[in-house]
């Protein structure tokens, strides 16, 4: 949400959302960026009823190191680093959350190519980092392509692969810009969930049934995981790695993981219990 404009910010906080991010970058004009970062700076310095993010602006811009120094109070969940440019920028945020004693992460916005061609040096670049995400429309723009097409599904897979390799949690994915095509935002969805994608991010409340849908796993997923649990637990007790589940599909190491995954997402979404 535009870091100025509070009504907005209130909104997200009663939405559906399951965070919320306030912007003092892109969304914010030059002449606003002083008051968006004082609503900014008062929300985080309390306790939101939700986890709260802030979107920094760039080191280059020259307004990164003040805006992370006012936000960094105990309601920051994390910083969102726009247009990173190297592992200098990350290691400085990071210094400068340390300094002010916050425990945020720092999640790391990839819109250029030069970055998307270091994204596992910058997902290790700093213990403070938490996530990686693409800055789709910046991407775009520097890559002369367009969203959906096959070039920047290979820029999603990158950062993916990535993340994993770096052992971060599976990126969100950018943004869909027109609020009111329902259907697009469900299909490009369903799409980077087949890529790697965990959730994705809102530019507008009414999108997030949409998003739900799409990423929240369904009590037939819940099920079916729950239920690879169960004959994996009957492989272990007979001292085997494989065995086939009630359906006749071979339950093997790698669909457990799959099934822990599952398990895991809608464990902390409290789809199920913890001891599921």
Known sequence: MPGHQTHLIERAYE????????????AVPITEKPRARETASRITAALPPKPTFVRVNSMASGRCEADVRAVAGPGLSGVRLAKVGGPDDVKHV??????????????????????????FALATSSPAVGMLSLGESDLCADLRITAEGPTMDACRSRVVIASRAAGLPSPCQSVFLDIYDTDALLR?????KNLGFMSRMAL???????????FTPTPEEIADAQAVLRAAEIAEGENRSVVLNERGSVIAPPVLASARNVLRLATALNLVEASA
């Open 204 to 214: 507008h409340p009414m999108q997030i049934p949409a998003i739900h849908e799409v």
């Open 15 to 26: 939405s559906q959302a399951d965070a919320v991010i306030m912007d003092l970058e892109d």
């Open 94 to 119: 990071a210094l400068l959350l340390a300094e002010a004693g916050c425990t945020a992460s720092i999640h790391l916005l990839i819109e250029t190519a030069y970055a998307l061609e270091i994204a």
């Open 188 to 192: 490009t969805s369903r799409s980077a």
